[in-house]
């Protein structure tokens, strides 16, 4: 297998008016399981939080698409990179549930660490694992 570099965009957005989760899920597995995307899509207290991984191109285009979608609003980029292996090489929607798996709550805060105090406040108790 060639060694392609893959490109990871880590971003934040607001929840519009009630929307079905649900569709946005079933919509997102189906497409992100044909482009070779995979990544996180967690929820809470109306906020996103999204980290899409997998072949540049496909990112590029489903990054505008999901930024095109008026059921969410005021995206903000938080990083966009290049990383040499998946870092969440698996995909699931999670809403910031007691349940979530702690490693992967450690690496969400760690990856928001640098992010703008009011994203970090939505999602600081989730993330805690209280
Ligand atoms: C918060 C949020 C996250 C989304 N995540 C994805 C995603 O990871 N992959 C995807 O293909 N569409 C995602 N969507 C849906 C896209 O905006 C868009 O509606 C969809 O890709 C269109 O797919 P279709 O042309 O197959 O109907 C997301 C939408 C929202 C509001």
């Given at each position: 297998?060639?060694?392609?570099?893959?490109?990871?965009?880590?971003y934040?957005?607001?929840?519009?008016?009630?929307?079905?989760?649900?569709?946005?899920?079933?919509?997102?597995?189906?497409?992100n399981?044909?482009?070779?995307?995979?990544?996180?899509?967690?929820?809470?207290?109306?906020?996103?939080?999204?980290?899409?991984?997998?072949?540049?191109?496909?990112?590029a285009?489903?990054?505008?698409?999901?930024?095109?979608?008026?059921?969410?609003?005021?995206?903000?980029?938080?990083?966009?990179?290049?990383v040499?292996?998946?870092?969440?090489?698996?995909?699931?929607?999670e809403?910031?549930?007691?349940?979530?798996?702690?490693?992967?709550?450690?690496?969400?805060?760690?990856?928001?660490?640098?992010?703008?105090?009011?994203?970090?406040?939505?999602?600081?108790?989730?993330?805690?694992?209280?």
């Amino acid at each position: 297998m060639t060694n392609v570099p893959l490109r990871q965009i880590f971003y934040a957005s607001l929840c519009g008016d009630p929307i079905d989760l649900d569709d946005i899920l079933q919509q997102s597995r189906h497409n992100n399981a044909v482009d070779g995307i995979t990544g996180l899509l967690w929820f809470n207290d109306g906020h996103f939080l999204q980290v899409l991984e997998g072949p540049a191109d496909s990112v590029a285009n489903a990054y505008a698409r999901i930024a095109a979608d008026r059921r969410h609003h005021d995206i903000r980029i938080l990083s966009d990179r290049s990383v040499a292996a998946r870092e969440f090489g698996y995909w699931s929607m999670e809403r910031g549930s007691a349940c979530a798996d702690m490693g992967l709550r450690q690496r969400l805060a760690r990856r928001l660490s640098d992010a703008p105090a009011d994203i970090r406040a939505a999602f600081a108790a989730s993330l805690a694992g209280d």
